[in-house]
């Protein structure tokens, strides 16, 4: 069984730029989740998704964005970029909104700022 | 802002010596506390999901226990092994937000040969 799997694995962009990060789910999750890591700080939730619909929002600025499709893979939008965005970004997935259920996470994308 | 703190930050230990760590959480709107090891380099793995008070949790060399009256959890390692050189997270579940994980900062173990 595929793990979650996340693209691209390193990606660099400039201030005020935009950026787009991809993630699958193990396969029949229908539970997505985002976490950022940047440097010297724990892991911090920004988003969960939940059959196409955001269930919860952590305390990031509205310029951190994203959706989930259909098949169930999910997109996270990075507007107006700042130096401070630079982090390591977790994507983990679940079977479904029970929040008994452990989170499974993949290798994540390492986003640089210039 | 929820408030969980792992203790020590990081821990060296020798090969076949047992060792333990801490998580501590707030005590009210607890739904489950979450297990990771994170190996350098490798994604989070999911140890345990534990969500009544007094769990006791077990894989392998490793087990978990749990007091949600308190607001603690215990991560045990007996016989430590170079293979279990990694950070251990805790992430607290809350009652009322979802599935939303409130992570602590880890603790860094290494184990030397």
């Known amino acids: ?114 | 802002i929820l408030n969980v703190e792992q203790s020590p930050q990081s821990l060296h230990v020798q090969e076949g010596d047992s060792t333990n760590f801490t998580c501590s959480f707030p005590s009210s709107n607890f739904y489950a506390l979450h297990w990771y090891r994170w190996e350098t380099a490798k994604s989070p793995e999911a140890l345990f999901v534990m969500t009544l008070n007094g769990d006791e949790k077990k894989k392998g060399r490793i087990s978990a226990t749990l007091n949600t009256k308190e607001g603690y959890s215990y991560l045990y390692i007996k016989g430590s092994q170079p293979e279990d050189s990694a950070t251990y997270l805790c992430a607290f579940n809350d009652n009322n937000a979802g599935n939303m994980l409130t992570f602590g900062g880890g603790t860094r173990l290494m184990v030397k040969p």
């Open chain 1, 1 to 114: 069984e595929a793990g979650v799997t996340q693209s691209p694995t390193h990606l660099i962009k400039t201030r005020g730029q935009q950026a787009t990060l991809r993630c699958s789910p193990i396969s029949g999750h229908t539970s997505v989740y985002w976490y950022q890591q940047a440097l010297g700080l724990g892991l911090q939730f920004l988003l969960w998704y939940d059959e196409g619909e955001e269930r919860n929002r952590g305390n990031f600025p509205p310029r951190f964005s994203g959706r989930q499709f259909p098949n169930y893979s999910s997109e996270l939008n990075v507007n107006a970029l700042e130096l401070e965005d630079s982090a390591l970004y977790l994507c983990a997935s679940s079977l479904d909104r029970d929040s008994g259920r452990p989170q499974h996470f993949g290798d994540g994308t390492r986003l640089s700022i210039l």
